[in-house]
């Protein structure tokens, strides 16, 4: 390999630098309380208020675990989502954090 294609072939920085997902608190008890949720609402909650019958494959907290770290694994804090769902989720409440942040107020 020339010397000039070196940096072509370095290793790259990982992109999303987090902790783990079992540091974050998702281990082994979260993926217990995560499946008995799966297992007693299969489907997609959101779907369902919109008359669409969708199988849920993630698992919501409704009050996030960053403010309320006491129901991180409450059941009745957890809502079964299908993938489009959750990301919309997480996406809509990652904008108002960041209004929040700037000042804004969350309606």
């Known amino acids: 390999m020339p010397p000039n294609d070196i940096a072509l072939y370095a290793p ?4 999303d630098i987090r902790p783990s997902a079992a540091k974050r608190g998702y281990g082994r ?3 217990k309380v995560r499946v008995v949720k799966l297992a007693g609402t299969p489907l997609c909650e959101e779907c369902l208020k919109a008359g669409i019958v969708k199988q849920a494959e993630e ?3 409704i009050k996030p675990v960053a403010e309320f770290p006491e129901l991180r694994l409450a059941i009745d804090n957890l809502q079964s989502l299908c993938r489009v769902c959750h990301n919309k989720k997480t996406a809509e409440e990652k904008r108002n954090r960041k209004k929040e942040g700037e000042g804004g107020v969350n309606p």
């Open 29 to 31: 008890t979260w993926n």
């Open 12 to 15: 790259r920085p990982p992109q």
């Open 59 to 61: 698992v919501h907290h």
